[in-house]
C-alpha cells in the first residue's frame, strides 16, 4: 500500500493548501480523541487526514459516483457540503484502494452524522470541528464538552450546525436532523 508520503502528495493534487492544513488538524485531533476515548489511533489518524478529500470534486465527479454506487437518487439535489461526505467515501475508495469500512463510514458521516456513529465516527465528527485551525464562536465551548463527553460534543456541534443553517435559510439534510433528534439527550 502507499506510504505516508505517497498518501500526502496525493491529497495535495485534490486539495488546497488550506484545506489540506485543515485535514493534518483533524488528524492530530482525531487521534488526540481516540488516545482519550480509548478508539482505534490509527483509523482515527487515517479516517481524520482523509474526511475532505473530496471536498473539491466537481459535481460531475459526484454524480458520477451517485449512478455508479446506486446510492439514493435524492442525493442529486444537494450540494457539495452534503456529497463530499456522503458521496466523497466512494472517491477515497476507489482512489486510493481504502478498503477499511469502519474507516469509510467516518468519512461518508463526518458532515451530517448518523442516528447511530461508533465511536470512530463520533471522534472524526467532532474532530473536524475542534481542530486546531477552526477559530468561530462556541468552538471553545465545543472544545471543552470534547474532554467532558463525545456524546455531548456530538449533540452541541450538531445543535449549533442546525442553528446555523437556520440562521441562513439553507435546507438540512434528514440525516443531520436524526443524529440531532438521536444525540440531543446529552445535553439536558
Ligand atoms: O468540510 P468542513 O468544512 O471541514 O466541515 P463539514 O464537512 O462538517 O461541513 C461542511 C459544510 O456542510 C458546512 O458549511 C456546514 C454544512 N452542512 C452540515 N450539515 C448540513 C450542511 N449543509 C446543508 N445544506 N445541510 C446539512 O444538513
Ligand atoms: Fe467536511
Ligand atoms: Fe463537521
Ligand atoms: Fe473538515
Redesign the pocket.
Known amino acids: 500500500s502507499m506510504s505516508r508520503t505517497e498518501l500526502l502528495e496525493k491529497i495535495q493534487t485534490q486539495v488546497k493548501p488550506s484545506r489540506f492544513k ?1 485535514m493534518l488538524g483533524v488528524e492530530k485531533m482525531a487521534t488526540e480523541l481516540a488516545e482519550r476515548y480509548m478508539g482505534n489511533i490509527y483509523s482515527a489518524s487515517l479516517a481524520g487526514l482523509l474526511h ?1 478529500y473530496a ?1 473539491e470534486a466537481s459535481t460531475k465527479e459526484f454524480l458520477r459516483l451517485i449512478d455508479k454506487y446506486q446510492l439514493d437518487p435524492d442525493l442529486k439535489k ?2 457539495n ?2 456529497w ?2 456522503k458521496v466523497g467515501f466512494l472517491k477515497v475508495k476507489e482512489d486510493l484502494g481504502l478498503d477499511n469500512e469502519e474507516i469509510l463510514h467516518a468519512i461518508e458521516v ?3 452524522g448518523a442516528k447511530e456513529m461508533s465511536l470512530l465516527d463520533k471522534i472524526v465528527y467532532v474532530a ?2 475542534i481542530e486546531e485551525g477552526r477559530d468561530f464562536s462556541g468552538v471553545d465551548k465545543a472544545r471543552q464538552l470534547a474532554k467532558k463527553s463525545l456524546d455531548i460534543a456530538v449533540a452541541y456541534e450538531t445543535r449549533e ?1 442546525i442553528i446555523y ?1 437556520a440562521d441562513h435559510n ?4 434528514p440525516q ?1 436532523l436524526e443524529t440531532y433528534n438521536s444525540y440531543i439527550g446529552a445535553l439536558t
Open positions: 485543515h475532505d471536498k444537494w450540494g457540503a452534503v463530499h461526505g463526518h458532515t451530517v473536524d470541528y450546525t443553517l439553507l435546507p438540512i439534510y443531520t
